[in-house]
């Protein structure tokens, strides 16, 4: 035998043997890629039975303290479990692919060798001495080492952490006073009820001559019907009503006359996207609020449609961000500083580096730039603040609260100071940020020389959907089962508690020295905001409310289940 044909045979069975490996090896992950896809989809919290049976529990005794913690629990164990498989899923497509391409490359070399080599030796012919045999095992032992090492690298690319992430410098002063921030800056924008919970996002009102009673014909200018769900709030500019809708099957925007309630438009969004995201009923399709600069509007879906239109309608531009590996849907509102458009994309968790902040131009939809986040999802809605005119974008996600420049997506600071599953939105009083970590704590957050520190932490009568309400004396905080406490925004100390005996998911709002809040059955209640309860009064719509209200134009637009209404003075 002469020394190609030997080099001919050792090549041809070492191809050979790396494809059975290779087949064995993608065979197996396969089989573990499906067992784990059917556990996950058995873990999964909006499928999950016991999760149910718990919900219908509560429901049924929404006072039960042992039963909520038993939830919470509960609920965390799930995600957990859910995300955790994801990845875990990721890990195995990874490993997959490099089985497979190994597969295919050893079947082509040992076709190209049999082309080449028309007849195959029998290496059981006592010609192939002890030599080629060594030198064939030898090769094989490569070849399996080799393999293994790429499924090393492939495991370990899919179980990397995100980078770090470092607080920019800031010049500092002598004087050790906390930041000052202006809420808004924009006389025009300060006028209009722009994003989530108004100009600011901090949930209050521009205006304060509204009615202070209502029913479902008293003080009511006009209700139209909604045909397609959403939970997202309405935004109003000048004469202009938007808000998003949607199901499984289709996503739409809604464009109104702020006078009579007459639709202007009414557009579809529609993308190459046809995955379906698995979401809450308590989320939706349609959670996140649109925003508007005066000339565009914005919305965004839970498969991760973004769209934009001018006022007249015409699709400006639309883009897919991708399905959000979230639990309850995707809900975060749009957030815009003249004219960039902010998203709030967190999602997994921290270490799977998959959440992000991003910043388009509104105009064109083109990236302005975008940020890598090191925290878990996120429910919670960016705000834009001020200091001495200086835009700064405030956001929570555990395990941070971060301010980044709008402009720039420079990181000004973060600190750690939230846990769990952050749905509530950051407010701003007096120098203090107040975040929420749900059913845990608040936290107050002092920034003095552009470092952060925690001042106060309040325990007790924590929400853990309804964003919280501040001004420069009092902080509300509204829990989803009634109780409302207000305390001292300077030293987080509690000045009282009252308890409604209705659930709640819309967010409070301010509006002059009043707090307006809506419960989920439809009643309004009016407080007075001052350091002792005093309740104003309750207006009924008797219909279901989960979004929060919009204030405009001495006008209040409370969307309901199935309609939208315009509350002002007649």
Known sequence: MNNRNRTDNIAYSCAIATAIICALFCITIGYLLTQNYSKANAENIVDNPEWTELLDQL????QNQKLKEEIRVFDQNLRQNYFNSQKQNKTYIYMLAVGGTILIVSLKWARMVRIRRKNIPDFSDDTVDDQLERN?????????????????????????????????????????????????????????????????????????????EWDETKNILWKIPLETPGHNSPIVWGDRIFFSAADEEVRKVYCLDASDGKILWEKPVLTAEKNIPEVMEETGFAAPTMVTNGKYACAIFANGDLVCFDFDGKEIWIKNLGLTETTYGYSSSLAIHK????????????DDGLSKMLAFDIASGNIKWQQKRPVNNSWSSPVILFENDKPMLITTAEPFTICNDPLTGKELWKIESVEADIAPTAVFGDGIYVVIAPNYYAKGITVIDGKPEIKWEIEDNIPDTCSPLANDNFLWLLTSDGNLACFEIKS????????????????????????????????????????????????????????????????????????????GKK
């Open 59 to 62: 429901a049924r005794q929404p």
């Open 492 to 567: 987080g100390q509690l000045l009282w508690v009252h308890e409604f005996e209705q659930e709640f998911q819309a967010s409070p709002v301010l509006v002059g020295d009043k707090v307006l809040l809506t419960s989920h059955k439809g009643e309004t209640f009016i407080v007075e905001a001052a350091s002792e309860f005093k309740l104003i009064g309750s207006n009924k719509l008797q219909e279901s409310v989960t979004a929060s209200p919009a204030i405009a134009n001495g006008i209040i637009y409370i969307r309901t289940k199935n309609h939208l209404f315009a509350i």
């Open 136 to 212: 064939l095992n030898f090769q094989l032992i490569i070849i399996i080492g080799v393999l293994l090492s790429l499924t090393g690298i492939a495991a370990s690319v899919m179980s990397d952490k995100t980078g770090d992430f470092t607080v920019a410098k800031i010049q500092t002063s002598n004087d050790p006073t906390p930041t000052k921030i202006d809420k808004v800056v924009s006389l025009e924008f300060e006028k209009q009820w722009p994003t989530f919970r108004g100009p600011g996002g901090q949930g209050i009102a521009p205006v304060t001559n509204v009615p202070l």
């Open 339 to 350: 004219d960039i458009l902010i998203v709030q994309y967190d999602q997994g968790y921290a």
